[in-house]
C-alpha cells in the first residue's frame, strides 16, 4: 500500500488498497490537537506565543504531506486538554491509551512515539540516597513517598499502591517539590523530560537520575486519539495510522529524535 497516493482526506477518497474514505467535500479541515503547555521539551509555548517540543514536530511531521488535513496543536493545562477531547471542544490528542481515555477517544493501533520512563529522580543529598540507588523492585521503594502528577493514568496504572503518593499540578511544581522544598523522596520521569527541566529550573546540581529496569510498562506508547464526539473518527484513526507507519514519516521521526536526543 503506497500511502503517498493519499490525495484529499476531506477531498473524497484514500487512495489506498484498504482503506477507502466516502467523505464529500473540497475544502481543508482543520485537525485540532489538545497537549499539555508545560511539558517542555515535549510540548511548550514558544516566546511567540506557537507550541512548540517533541510532540507538535512529530505531529506536524504525521500530518505534512495531507493537503486536506490541517493538523494544529494547541496548548492547555493536561487536565483541561483531556476534558475538551472528552467534550468534544479539541479534536485529538496523543496520549497513552488507557481505559479510562479509550471511553471517549478513538486511537490509532501504532503509537506516534515511545517514550522509556524507566527512570527515578531524586535529591542528590537524599539521606537514603543509596536504596533509592539499588533499588530492584517497588518492594524496595514501599518506604519513600511518590512525588507524582494528577490525572496520570499511566501512574495510576503501573505504579503499585503500596508506594505513597503526594500528587501536584504539573511537573514543574513536581520538580520544585521535590528539590526546592525536600517534600517526597523521588518522581518518575524520562530522562529527555527531567533533563530539560531541572536545566530549566536550574536544578540540575540538586538532583540524581537512576534508570531502573523493574517499572511495568516504562516503555510508554504515545498514540493519537481522535475524540469520539466526531463524526469521521474511525476514518482519521485509520488515515493516521497509515502515515504513522509510511517511510515518509518514520525517515522525519528519526531526524527529530536525533534534534532532540530521543532514544529508546
Known amino acids: 500500500m503506497n500511502r503517498r497516493d493519499f490525495l484529499g482526506y476531506m477531498q473524497g477518497f484514500l487512495l489506498t488498497a484498504l482503506y477507502p474514505l466516502n467523505v464529500a467535500g473540497s475544502t481543508q479541515s482543520t485537525l485540532r490537537f489538545a497537549s499539555a503547555t508545560d511539558s517542555a521539551p515535549i510540548s511548550y509555548q514558544t516566546a511567540s506565543g506557537d507550541s512548540g517540543g517533541y510532540l507538535p514536530d512529530l505531529v506536524r511531521a504525521c500530518c505534512a504531506s495531507s493537503e486536506s488535513l490541517d493538523c494544529r496543536v494547541e496548548l492547555f493545562p493536561w487536565s483541561r486538554a483531556q476534558w475538551m477531547v472528552r467534550e468534544g471542544a479539541a479534536d485529538a490528542f496523543c496520549t497513552y491509551p488507557s481505559d479510562t481515555r479509550k471511553a471517549y477517544a478513538l486511537f490509532t493501533q501504532t503509537p506516534l512515539f515511545t517514550m522509556n520512563f524507566g527512570n527515578l529522580v531524586f535529591r542528590h543529598d537524599h539521606p537514603r540516597k543509596a536504596e533509592l540507588i539499588n533499588a ?59 533533563s530539560h527541566l531541572l536545566k530549566t529550573l536550574n536544578l540540575t546540581n540538586k538532583a540524581q537520575q537512576q534508570p531502573v529496569t523493574f517499572i511495568d510498562n516504562s516503555l510508554i506508547p504515545f498514540h493519537i486519539g481522535i475524540s469520539k464526539q466526531r463524526d469521521d473518527a474511525a476514518e482519521l484513526v485509520q488515515y493516521l495510522d497509515g502515515r504513522i507507519q509510511s517511510t515518509e514519516y518514520q525517515t522525519e521521526k528519526r531526524r527529530i529524535d536525533h534534534q532532540y536526543g530521543v532514544h529508546i
Open 136 to 194: 530492584k523492585s517497588w518492594d524496595d521503594l514501599k518506604t519513600f513517598t511518590l512525588v507524582g502528577q494528577q490525572d496520570t493514568d499511566w501512574e495510576t496504572e503501573n505504579i503499585p499502591p503500596i508506594i505513597r503518593r503526594s500528587l501536584y499540578s504539573d511537573q514543574q511544581e513536581m520538580m520544585q517539590v521535590l528539590l526546592r522544598r525536600g517534600e517526597g523522596d523521588f518522581l518518575v520521569m524520562s530522562s529527555l523530560e527531567a
